[in-house]
């Protein structure tokens, strides 16, 4: 009956969820909207029903109130019937209410000297004359696994341990929050903390802990690191996936055998980089290739003779496509291919990822390891790979996590005004850094945009605060720079203002995340970027203790002992040098000299070879007789020391039961690859490459896809796609030979969707054929017009600028949309400054457009003088007129003197070499420059360079 019920709810709301009420009794309600639609179902968690508790409710989750409740005159043969008829009444109230302007809780009547009144239901709140009204809210939420119990009508074998789900729902009952399961619904189950595996029995690396987590040891106990099978680990965040990582490599390596390593974020491949080549780098070579690396003939040395490659998503699927060439000849190599992140998968990037692993595994039939938080459907994903390499794939999947990690939801009031609201999730931020009671914590702060950010970390360096903004938009160096400052735990760097470029794994510790906002202009950001960013929260920090203590080497270490202590067995391994303390609790508890335990050292180094360990000038040494004897003491005479591996995170949101309800239930991630803005861009590869020759070979190749494991693949769609191609002139040919054409072949090995490279070869065509190759607006449209690069939202603050534009452009365009990317653009080209964010998006790429513009004006015989196609990227890059462009060509002249040049009337070649503006151009240039520029500019006009 629950499941009738649930079925009736989602079809008449959308998306809901399951609850309990203060009497035990389940309760679907919806998430979405400003007031809550609640069916009380009159069927508790012993699944009794009592029919006279089936009611409709209308609940406003901002005054925590109940607005009216509709009893359901129930008859079981017609349910449907008597919930429908409560449900319309429902449906006229919700119509008909009234919202306060301010807070946006429900107005209520209230009686004054017998007048009628509307008012706040949360007035003393909204009128600020209390900080809360006092009244709780009367719903328990059941996470995803609870829930799944209910639906199953109490089946308790959903690979928990006998009862846990039973217990977990006894814990509802009697009004306790549920703790967090240990231990996943499926895959291996994690080994206790009495079984840890020591770091010494794993000899091919050293590490400085002296026991594996739960998760790590799990590995270690299954010998998935020396066999030949793929692993899907689906840990919680902090649960130690990277050094899992770690074991399987070395083995790999060990072989002789290459690792590749694909994350989809620059900054974390750069980050494992860094990290690799301490851990690895003294016996194997490492290399890198990202989006900030050129692929020179010597970088194309180094990763063909690298041991491990570290790589991200778009290149693992730049690179298969070219498989063959002498530029991928590591694919044959390799041993074992990590994909960290690879929840990217579901994501509107996820459809390069699938793509290149399908490829991939054609030619290399080699172990992968996916790693991922927020990727609950890990079986899928285990089937996926054995269909892709033909190896038996285990799973590790626990929400297990070695650092407790709490939420909060603070709440922000979003009145419409997009301004107003960002000012107020900017100052709900700023409440969090300046919290007196946190006052020496690190914070992490994440933003959604540049904008936001700069204004935030003006805000907060206002307060007196070290602050700090990461953002893609920086140097690699810079980046670095920044990361390394925030890392240490006793810098002065105390909060970082971030864009999501250090949210997927990247190892940045602080105790405190703050998310402000769960949306990206209009849109809303994904919820797995939200855990993301989450994740970062109370990661493991330098420990503080040393302990030395005669049980030191067996003592069974929790995960959070090895987080937060270094426990050894013997001072040998310290040097102390630098140490400030050595505090001996073996006897009276006073401090010992350091002098005189430095000899007791020496004495014990030679007695026996151990790895040295600094002690750094922030850490205490605790000598003891026992290791719980330190931890006793460490909990008595520093109370809030392990306080600072317990992470928050708070998520400024408009709606918090909304997000705390999206936040528990784990959304499965889902293949992208059947959009139909990308799968044209696959086909057209695969044609290119010769893996698709005809329909059949196209249905081979969806059969290997995660899109036809998960049933996603629509005939209808492909067809479609399909037709588009050959509309376009991407395909030639029918279903039983398909052949790629030159301009799909543009689209294919430059990596643009088919659309884009169908506006810039309609465009060009017509600009040539219309002769207006002069015209800039023309040339705006022609080139920045891609669909890829706009959106039809224009800015208010624009709209005077693309309506103007416009208004010119439809002179020589007359079909041409309105566009905004083109008319800053335009803009630009006159050589005026534009303040819009997606310019350096698009200039960002300039290189590889007009590599593919080249490309297709060559294909529709489109002739230009030689050097046009560089001097329109000059003007398209730094912004300048058309003669203007000509002095970038002059030797010694750069962009800065370009805009001193025109700002004092010297805007073309002419005017540079005329002896009547001889001084002005000495003053801007100098007179060293000067000689070099005047004959560099004669021979540029003497060649007519662009000019008669």
Same mark, same amino acid.
């Given at each position: 009956m629950l499941n009738d019920m649930l079925d009736w709810a989602r079809n008449r709301w959308g998306y809901v969820g399951l609850a309990l009420d203060s009497d035990g009794f389940v309760v679907i309600k919806t998430v979405d909207g400003r007031c809550e639609r609640w069916l009380c179902t009159g069927i508790n968690a012993h699944f009794d029903f009592v029919e006279q508790a089936v009611q409709l409710v209308i609940f406003d989750s901002v005054s925590n109130l109940t607005y009216r409740e509709y009893q359901v005159a129930w008859r079981t043969e017609h349910a449907v019937r008597c919930l429908d008829s409560a449900a319309d009444e429902q449906d006229i109230d919700i119509g008909e209410l009234d919202y306060c302007p301010k807070c946006y809780a429900h107005k209520m009547v209230q009686f004054s000297q017998g007048r009628a009144m509307k008012l706040c239901s949360n007035y003393a709140v909204c009128s600020g004359k209390s900080k809360t009204n006092g009244r709780i809210y009367p719903l328990e939420h059941l996470n995803a696994d609870q829930q799944l119990f209910l639906l199953s009508h109490g089946n308790d074998d959903l690979g928990y341990p006998a009862g846990a789900i039973c217990a977990s729902m006894t814990r509802k009952l009697g009004l306790t929050t549920g703790e967090e399961l240990s231990q996943s619904t499926v895959g291996l189950s994690l080994v206790e903390d009495h079984d840890l595996i020591k770091t010494s029995e794993f000899t091919l690396l050293n590490y400085p802990f002296s026991h594996f987590n739960r998760v790590q040891s =799990?590995?270690?106990?299954?010998?998935?690191?020396?066999?030949?099978?793929?692993?899907?680990?689906?840990? !919680? =965040?902090?649960?130690?996936?990277?050094? /899992? %990582? @770690?074991? /399987?490599? %070395?083995?790999?390596?060990a072989k002789g055998e290459v690792v590749v390593y694909v994350s989809p974020l620059r900054s974390l491949t750069q980050e494992k980089y860094d990290d690799w080549s301490h851990t690895f780098g003294a016996q194997y070579k490492i290399a890198i290739l990202t989006g900030d690396y050129a692929l020179s003939p010597d970088k194309n040395d180094e990763i063909n003779q690298a041991d491990i490659l570290c790589i991200t998503s778009e290149m693992l699927d730049s690179r298969t496509r070219k498989y063959g060439s002498e530029r991928s000849a590591w694919i044959d190599r390799v041993g074992l291919l990590v994909v960290d992140e690879s929840?990217?998968?579901?994501? @509107?990037?996820?459809?390069?990822?699938?793509?290149?692993?399908?490829?991939?595994?054609?030619?290399?039939? !080699?172990?992968?390891?996916?790693?991922? %938080? =927020?990727?609950?459907?890990? @079986?899928?994903? !285990?089937?996926?790979?054995?269909?892709l390499n033909g190896l038996q794939s285990e799973i590790i999947n626990s929400p297990w996590r070695p650092t407790p990690l709490t939420w909060h939801f603070p709440r922000y009031v979003d009145n419409g005004n997009y301004k107003q609201s960002r000012d107020c999730r900017i100052n709900e931020a700023l409440k969090k850094v300046t919290d007196a009671e946190k006052s020496d914590e690190k914070y992490l702060l994440f933003v959604h945009d540049k904008a936001t950010g700069a204004d935030l970390l003006r805000k907060v360096r206002a307060q007196g605060i070290e602050a700090e903004f990461h953002s893609a938009d920086l140097k690699v160096n810079v980046r670095q720079q920044i990361e390394k400052e925030f890392k240490d735990p006793h810098g002065k760097l105390r909060v970082l203002v971030s864009t999501s470029t250090l949210a997927w794994g990247c190892n940045v510790p602080a105790q405190n995340v703050v998310i402000v906002g769960t949306t990206r202009g209009l849109s809303p950001v994904e919820i797995e970027d939200i855990l993301q960013m989450a994740g970062r929260a109370g990661r493991s920090l330098p420990a503080d203790y040393f302990v030395v203590a005669p049980d030191g080497n067996s003592y069974a270490q929790s995960s959070l002992d090895r987080l937060s202590l270094r426990i050894l067995d013997s001072v040998a391994e310290l040097d102390m040098s630098t140490a400030e303390s050595i505090i001996d609790i073996r006897h009276a508890g006073n401090q010992q000299d350091i002098k005189a335990v430095n000899n007791e050292a020496r004495l014990q180094r030679r007695k026996r070879k151990v790895n040295m360990r600094q002690v750094k000038d922030h850490q205490k040494v605790i000598l003891a007789q026992s290791v719980e004897e330190a931890k006793a003491w460490i909990a008595h005479n520093d109370p809030q020391y392990l306080a600072r591996y317990h992470g928050h995170c708070y998520l400024i949101c408009a709606q918090p039961k909304v997000w705390e309800h999206r936040i528990q239930q784990a959304k499965p991630v889902h293949s992208q690859l059947v959009n139909e803005a990308t799968l044209g861009f696959h086909i057209l590869a695969e044609v290119d490459a010769g893996t698709i020759h005809n329909q059949l070979d196209l249905v081979n190749w969806f059969d290997r896809s995660l899109a036809k494991l998960q049933g996603l693949v629509e005939q209808k769609v492909v067809e479609s796609v399909l037709g588009d191609l050959l509309r376009t002139q991407m395909l030639k040919g029918h279903d039983e030979q398909y052949e790629i054409t030159e301009i799909g072949k543009v689209s294919s090995r430059w990596y643009y969707k088919p659309e884009d490279v169908f506006h810039w070869h309609t465009a060009l065509r017509f600009v040539d054929h219309a002769q207006i190759w002069d015209n800039d607006d023309a040339l705006a449209w022609a080139i920045a017009g891609a669909p890829s690069y706009n959106t039809d939202y224009i800015q208010r603050s624009q709209a005077k600028l693309v309506d103007d534009y416009m208004k010119r452009l439809q002179r020589v365009v007359p079909f041409a949309s309105e566009m905004a990317l083109p008319a800053d653009m335009a803009t630009y080209l006159s050589g005026k400054t534009v303040q819009y964010q997606k310019i350096n998006g698009f200039k960002y790429d300039l290189s590889r457009v007009f590599q593919a513009l080249r490309q297709i004006a060559k294909a529709c015989a489109i002739s230009r003088p030689d050097g046009y196609w560089h001097m329109l990227e000059t003007r398209f890059r730094y912004g300048t007129t058309a003669d203007s462009a000509k002095l970038l060509c002059v030797e010694e002249v750069g962009v800065m003197n370009i805009r001193k040049l025109v700002k004092a009337g010297i805007a073309s070649l002419d005017d540079f070499i005329d002896v009547e503006r001889r001084s002005e151009v000495t003053r801007i240039l100098g007179h060293k420059k000067l000689e070099t520029a005047l004959a560099s500019a004669r021979k540029i006009i003497r060649s007519q360079y662009g000019v008669e």
């Open positions: =799990t590995l270690l106990k299954n010998q998935i690191h020396t066999k030949n099978v793929n692993l899907v680990l689906g840990t !919680a =965040t902090s649960s130690g996936k990277t050094v /899992c %990582a @770690e074991l /399987c490599m %070395a083995h790999t390596l929840h990217i998968i579901g994501t @509107e990037r996820g459809h390069a990822v699938e793509a290149g692993l399908m490829r991939f595994t054609q030619f290399n039939q !080699a172990k992968i390891l996916f790693m991922s %938080a =927020t990727m609950p459907n890990v @079986e899928q994903f !285990a089937q996926w790979l054995s269909v």
